[in-house]
């Protein structure tokens, strides 16, 4: 079963703007994990974020996490055509693997 | 390049069939994870390998089963295939397996069609 759900299902803006997705998990968790996925490719980790921490960067990324609410953001600033990719938030709880949304598909106009 | 590697890319087979996906984690990588990519059920974790020893178990079905060699290269068996199995089928290696914060490396993954 899911874990996660992002939010929106797909996203599409232009280039140069910001980019927010959000994801909702329903159980604790050890980390929540950012993956990004071109087309049909294996996934690419971006970020993590664990339990105890609320705010994370790394380069254009921001990634957001209220425990509380059980949510997390991911935010990518000024977009490029390159950040055209479906992103997945992922939950560990340190017994299986990773527990992945359906992904958000985010596309960068020109 | 994420230095996990599968074979084959591509695979095309009937119903009834049994298949082998091969794995070959990152260098030093003592952990192995299997997961499956469908369009109706998304990312599902399968089935998890630490150094040899099956470590946890996800949402494998009973045709399916895996295994780790002392090399560490990983397979992922699925028989009496069913036209439901068609997905694209992902490995991915770590370097972790305690209950510590850890990414994971995917590799390319393999399109399995089953006709």
């Known amino acids: 079963s899911q874990q996660g759900e992002e939010d929106p299902q797909a996203l599409s803006i232009q280039e140069g703007e910001n980019a927010t997705m959000n994801c909702s998990y329903k159980?604790?968790?050890?980390?929540l994990q950012w993956y990004r996925q071109n087309s049909g490719r294996g996934l690419v980790h971006l970020i993590l974020i664990r339990s105890n921490e609320r705010e994370k960067h790394s380069g254009r990324l921001r990634v957001t996490l209220d425990t509380s609410k059980k949510s997390s953001s991911l935010l990518i600033t000024a977009s490029r055509a390159a950040d055209t990719a479906s992103y997945f938030c992922a939950t560990f709880r340190g017994a299986d693997g990773l527990t992945f949304g359906k992904g958000t598909h985010l596309i960068i106009q020109p | 390049d994420s230095g996990v590697t599968q074979t084959p890319k591509h695979l095309i087979t009937a119903t009834g069939q049994r298949v082998t996906l091969r794995c070959s984690p990152r260098s030093g990588d003592l952990s192995v994870y299997w997961y499956q990519q469908s369009l109706d059920q998304g990312l599902q974790f399968l089935i998890q390998y630490y150094n040899g020893e099956e470590r946890a178990k996800g949402n494998i079905l009973e045709r399916f089963s895996a295994q780790q060699f002392p090399d560490l290269h990983s397979e992922l068996n699925l028989s009496s295939l069913e036209l439901g199995d068609s997905a694209l089928y992902f490995c991915?290696?770590?370097?972790?397996?305690?209950?510590?914060?850890?990414?994971?490396?995917f590799g390319p993954g393999t399109r399995l069609t089953v006709t």
């Open positions: 159980t604790s968790i050890n980390n």
């Open positions: 991915a290696s770590s370097s972790r397996v305690d209950q510590e914060v850890y990414e994971q490396y």
